[in-house]
């Protein structure tokens, strides 16, 4: 994990000549509390598809169709031209979770000139996901369908969004209208709202286009919005992140890009399952790569930026969090650009009984040229400069009150993702599973090294590697003054030229580590060498743990080489791991891979996407101490290696693929991590 081989090869290198929101919710049976309770007024606008079926204007680039289509369209409409009715009744009324009406009507109104509606609810009746404002019969565009929406907030719009949404909260068993997060709710309907739609003139015709092109989704969100405990997550935590992005236009062309980030942060647990982030600074580096031709490039920012955004978790341990879109320009290299970053939702999921996040990391941006509006510099949506996608994975971890050397001690299992770039054209990818000693001084023993790299030279030529060592390898390290974070020492003075960081994370429990590691060399802004690493090392079983029964959410980044491309592998957050006994189980989701072309080839640097679906049966082989082998039923060629802690919460694995047939030649390495679901009561 924290690959003190490679570590000292490297600086052995250098010295040897290398230096050349959430709103309100409750039960629909709470009782009054107070006989004197606010008024509770909502309103809002009905409207259905205009006559004219005038869907369709640039607004924001569309989240959902880049997500299904798979990469940020180029023309990207909002649900515009839609037409408010007028003298529409608007009736206030429950429903069960089979959407069927559940007494009597509780208020009722029309809609004025303008579409809009307001009515106060009756005493006693709270917001809730069963409060429902339903609108029938206003004339043929609705076909006869009610058109409904449901009562979360004051501000409820009523249109063919609240209705689909709603249609699938229904359609799904699991979820119980009565409890499901408000804010969680109202964020996907706006986000279904910047999709982009072909013109359609009715209601059933546009039930049907979301239902084909949002449906799965949605789908893979609703459970997300079942309530869970916030409570679970409070306190101090640090994150490290390692990311990899890919980037289609300017400057950039045809490059990868690798990075590493720590970041501080507190949770402060909300009302009904919300959660806020308080964020008190970070540090990143990067590597920028890119062939034809060839450029090395390295960034590093460190920022005392504060901030916080309100997320939501569920009842099964995720936590989601919504990045708004968003739209800016800078200066980059004497030119100026502009940037578009659509709506997100971030998702992470809690280990269960520990106070640690697994993190997908998922962004993208488009780039734009400039235009004059009026004498400044504006955003130019006619001319693209191409995309830029970003994958990864982050380990959120809470803090340790205090810790001194003593604390550490014990084998550990460590899994580390190594990436080396060069100036002569020279790729490695390194994967290392190995075990971790701590004896409770300022050493740590790394052996039991196994390494399996894959090299790929100028020519696009791939070569793999394996070895194993069982020589033990140590290194010095020092207690940050960052609680729970340790810096490794290289053991050389400084050399200038070169920059060295390594260091690592430690949870509350003293079980887990997660560590960084960056090098490069720059002479005079020539770079001909750089590397990353990031490892996790998760402390043995002293018994083999039992793994039947539990359901695990499999996290995954890694890259794939090709002659002429570089490729990101990923697995949709929908991807569970389910173990009917101590070995069998299955493995079933969403797989993607990305790709971009280097410039070696003709047609320019174009970014794609495939999609798969995944279901496989797996087979575990899990030794006394965590160590564990899986097995798939259709993959020839692949080793998956690692280890599971004790109570097996959680797992650290590498993969190896060789690629067969049309991808014959291809090789991937990814970093897999297994997070096993909380099992949590929902609030009430």
């Known amino acids: 994990m924290l690959?003190?081989?490679?570590?000292?090869?490297?600086?052995?290198?250098?010295?040897?000549?290398?230096?050349?929101?959430?709103?309100?919710?409750?039960?629909?049976?709470?009782?009054?509390e107070d006989s004197l309770q606010p008024e509770i007024r909502v309103s809002g606008m009905v409207e259905v598809p205009g006559g004219d079926g005038g869907l369709a204007s640039l607004v924001q680039p569309g989240l959902l169709d880049w997500l299904i289509e798979g990469l940020v369209p180029k023309a990207v409409a909002t649900i515009t031209g839609m037409e408010p009715v007028v003298g529409a009744f608007v009736e206030l009324i429950r429903i069960d979770n089979n959407g069927e009406q559940v007494g009597g009507v509780l208020a009722s109104t029309t809609t004025g000139l303008n579409g809009n509606y307001s009515l106060v609810l009756p005493t006693g009746v709270n917001l809730s996901g069963d409060l429902i404002v339903r609108v029938t019969s206003v004339d043929d565009r609705l076909l006869g369908d009610d058109l409904r929406a449901q009562v979360l907030e004051e501000a409820v719009n009523i249109n063919p969004v609240s209705e689909f949404v709603l249609q699938r909260f229904i359609a799904n068993e699991d979820v119980d209208?009565?409890?499901?997060?408000?804010?969680?709710?109202?964020?996907?309907r706006g986000q279904i709202e910047a999709f982009d739609l072909t013109e359609t003139a009715d209601l059933s015709s546009m039930l049907e286009q979301l239902d084909e092109r949002v449906g799965p989704y949605?789908?893979?969100?609703?459970?997300?919005?079942?309530?869970?405990?916030s409570s679970m997550i409070s306190g101090e935590y640090h994150l490290s992140q390692f990311t990899v992005g890919l980037h289609e236009g300017h400057l950039w062309e045809g490059s990868l890009e690798m990075s590493l980030s720590h970041e501080s942060m507190i949770f402060v647990p909300r009302d009904h399952g919300a959660v806020e982030r308080q964020m008190s600074g970070d540090e990143s580096r990067a590597i920028h790569y890119a062939e034809?031709?060839?450029?090395?490039?390295?960034?590093?920012?460190?920022?005392?930026?504060?901030?916080?955004?309100?997320?939501?978790?569920?009842?099964?341990?995720?936590?989601?969090?919504?990045?708004?879109?968003?739209?800016?320009?800078?200066?980059?290299?004497?030119?100026?650009?502009?940037?578009?970053?659509?709506?997100?939702?971030?998702?992470?999921?809690?280990?269960?009984?520990?106070?640690?996040?697994?993190?997908?990391l998922e962004d993208a941006v488009v780039r734009y040229g400039i235009t004059d509006v009026d004498g400044l510099p504006t955003l130019d949506p006619d001319d693209e400069h191409g995309v830029e996608i970003f994958r990864g994975i982050g380990i959120n971890m809470k803090k340790p009150d205090t810790l001194a050397f003593a604390d550490l001690q014990g084998a550990f299992g460590a899994v580390s993702y190594n990436v080396y770039v060069d100036s002569d054209h020279l790729t490695e990818i390194d994967m290392v599973v190995s075990t971790i000693n701590l004896d409770g001084s300022n050493v740590i023993v790394e052996d039991n090294i196994?390494?399996?790299?894959?090299?790929?030279d100028e020519m696009g030529v791939l070569t793999k590697t394996q070895s194993n060592d069982e020589n033990p390898i140590s290194m010095d390290f020092e207690l940050s003054n960052e609680a729970g974070r340790i810096d490794f020492v290289a053991g050389i003075d400084p050399i200038p030229g070169v920059e060295f960081v390594a260091s690592a994370n430690v949870n509350d429990e003293l079980d887990v580590l997660v560590s960084r590691i960056f090098a490069a060399v720059d002479v005079e802004d020539n770079i001909p060498f750089a590397s990353i690493g990031y490892g996790i090392a998760l402390k043995l079983p002293e018994t083999k743990p039992e793994l039947s029964g539990k359901t695990y959410r499999l996290m995954t980044v890694g890259v794939s080489h090709g002659a002429d491309e570089f490729a990101?592998?990923?697995?949709?957050?929908?991807?569970?791991?389910?173990?009917?006994?101590?070995?069998?189980?299955?493995?079933?989701?969403?797989?993607?891979?990305e790709r971009i072309n280097t410039g070696h080839q003709d047609g320019g640097y174009k970014l794609n996407q495939s999609?798969?679906?995944?279901?496989?049966?797996?087979?575990?082989?899990?030794?006394?101490?965590?160590?564990?082998?899986?097995?798939?039923?259709?993959?020839?060629?692949?080793?998956?290696?690692?280890?599971?802690?004790?109570?097996?919460?959680m797992g650290v694995f590498r993969r190896y693929w060789?690629?067969?047939?049309?991808?014959?030649?291809?090789?991937?390495l990814e970093l897999f991590v297994f997070a096993e679901l909380e099992s949590v009561t929902t609030e009430q």
């Not at 949605?218 to 405990?229: A, F, K, W, Y």
């Not at 320009?329 to 940037?339: A, I, L, P, S, T």
């Not at 575990?620 to 060629?637: R, S, V």
Request: with cysteine.
């Open 450 to 456: 196994d390494s399996i790299s894959i090299q790929r």
């Open 218 to 229: 949605v789908d893979e969100r609703i459970p997300i919005i079942t309530q869970g405990d």
């Open 568 to 593: 990101i592998f990923r697995v949709g957050y929908d991807t569970l791991l389910t173990m009917t006994s101590s070995t069998d189980g299955s493995l079933e989701g969403t797989e993607y891979l």
């Open 611 to 649: 999609e798969g679906q995944v279901n496989k049966a797996v087979t575990i082989n899990l030794e006394e101490n965590g160590f564990a082998t899986l097995t798939l039923d259709d993959a020839a060629g692949t080793e998956i290696k690692g280890f599971f802690n004790e109570g097996a919460s």
């Open 177 to 188: 209208l009565a409890t499901i997060q408000p804010g969680s709710v109202v964020r996907l």
């Open 658 to 668: 060789e690629g067969t047939g049309d991808k014959d030649g291809e090789k991937e």
């Open 292 to 360: 034809a031709p060839q450029r090395l490039h390295t960034e590093i920012n460190i920022s005392n930026e504060t901030g916080s955004i309100e997320g939501d978790i569920d009842g099964e341990g995720t936590l989601a969090y919504n990045a708004s879109f968003e739209e800016w320009c800078e200066e980059e290299e004497d030119k100026q650009v502009c940037f578009r970053m659509p709506a997100f939702q971030y998702l992470t999921q809690k280990v269960k009984d520990k106070n640690i996040l697994v993190e997908r």
């Open 3 to 32: 690959l003190f081989r490679e570590m000292k090869l490297l600086l052995m290198a250098i010295v040897l000549g290398l230096v050349a929101g959430c709103g309100s919710s409750s039960s629909s049976n709470d009782a009054v």
